[in-house]
DNA sequence: GTGTTTATGATAGTATTACTATTATATTTG
DNA sequence: CAAATATAATAGTAATACTATCATAAACAC
């Protein structure tokens, strides 16, 4: 299996992670603690402990913890569209892509052999819990200004692309993208921690119920 | 003009703060502050040294700052239900209701002179920017055991109660107004700081561009 | 009006966090 | 082999999120 790697805004660490042993057991060893942890509770102490290393050193590849998460979730935004773009090709028409795209988007996470380092099923559910905690801060408008939210900008331009191919008057294609594709996180979350929010169910069920509610709003709202 | 007051669940707060000038003082100082810090830079010692008291004195109306946060969210949910039961009766139509009830949450704010110690707009920004914050915590579920999302939930429900009304047969009332309820707060955030996530402007068009995104995506799927 | 409860203020202290800095020791590379 | 570089080891700092104690002031009960 070839192995592959993302190339991610370098602004996103200080050095390159998946370039050294450290680097890419820092990676691995966050994403499986702050799943189990939670963003708050991780630290790079805790971190550093794990691995066998040093708060010191973890620094020397990435800035602090805030930018470890942008890293990991550009990272996560990279992966969904690159698995879109394998399960869609030009000649098909604009309607079967964006299908193709929801599918990947709300579909349950496996692991992908082709990033050895990276627990993907784990990191779904950071992204799930976490997301939302990459914009909402006080240095949303310095991130953007880096380049840091690139990976959601793009997925989210493509996507609202094919929107805008299947009817090209609909006024809202970006908004109606990243409604979705937050929606889908949320939906997930609620039907585990506040299911009186959602009528999505808990169980495996949930991700193909996900799916139809947003497969049904998307086409309901751009056909109309 | 009439004195009111919400009658919010009581864990949420050690002392009811709307009963003392000081718990008012902590409330009124607090909104203020988050506005302008943002949540994370906001401490019960800055806020103490503002309104020229102790930190343990703060101590004494609210367990830590996470529960104020939940209380300001709670009020402002209450604000919100109390505000769509003014505006609509129960001789109108469903549909008329339901889009009353968007009208209510999309619209710009302002200061409602009911609440003499209660900055609407800036605890409309607050609720933009950190309503997330309330339920993406390691305490959820606790948070909710409690009654904590009492507020939200409560909305909800009415809503999705509209919803069903309106067609019975459509499957995901609750999940469609969790989704436009928190689209309504993402749109706004992002249209000033990630426009390229949105359609809607920043300027005084904005509102009213959210309301027919939301209003067209919900009348589009419930009638579909 | 005295005594008692209750609210607040003043002050101190603790464990943890998110870093920064320095120096020593490996390891790689030229 | 020398020089550069990466990492480890250790220490230190300011801020945070509390907890605890005691004094005083206000309210309220009788």
Redesign the interface.
């Known amino acids: 299996m070839a192995v592959l790697s993302f190339q991610l805004n370098n602004h996103l660490f200080v050095r390159d992670p998946q370039h050294t042993q450290l680097g890419q057991n820092i990676i691995s060893k966050s994403v499986e603690m702050i799943d189990r942890l ?1 963003f ?2 991780f630290t790079f102490k805790k971190l550093a402990e794990e691995i066998e290393s040093t708060e010191a050193s973890v620094y020397r590849y990435f800035e602090n913890k805030h930018r470890l998460l942008l890293y990991l979730v550009a990272w996560y935004w990279s992966w969904i569209e690159y698995r879109i773009d394998l399960a869609t090709n030009a000649s098909q028409p604009a309607e079967e892509r964006l299908k193709t795209a929801i599918d990947v988007i709300v579909e349950e996470k496996k692991f992908d052999p082709s990033f050895a380092f990276v627990d993907e099923v784990a990191l779904h559910r950071i992204v799930v ?2 997301l ?2 990459t ?4 240095w ?2 310095k991130d ?1 200004q880096e380049g840091l ?1 690139g990976g ?2 793009s997925l ?2 493509k996507i609202a692309g094919i929107v805008t191919e299947i009817n090209p008057k609909y ?6 993208i ?2 979705v594709l ?2 889908a996180k ?2 997930a ?2 039907s585990v ?2 299911p ?5 169910s808990q169980d495996t069920n949930g991700a193909e ?1 996900i799916h ?2 947003i497969k ?2 998307v086409f ?2 751009i056909k ?1």
């Open positions: 939670g708050e509770q819990s976490e939302d905690k914009y909402l801060t006080k949303v408008d953007n939210f959601f900008k989210c331009k006024p809202y294609p970006n908004s109606l990243s409604t937050l929606a949320q939906q979350f609620f921690h506040l009186s929010l959602t009528n999505v119920q139809s509610f049904r709003l309901d709202t109309s």
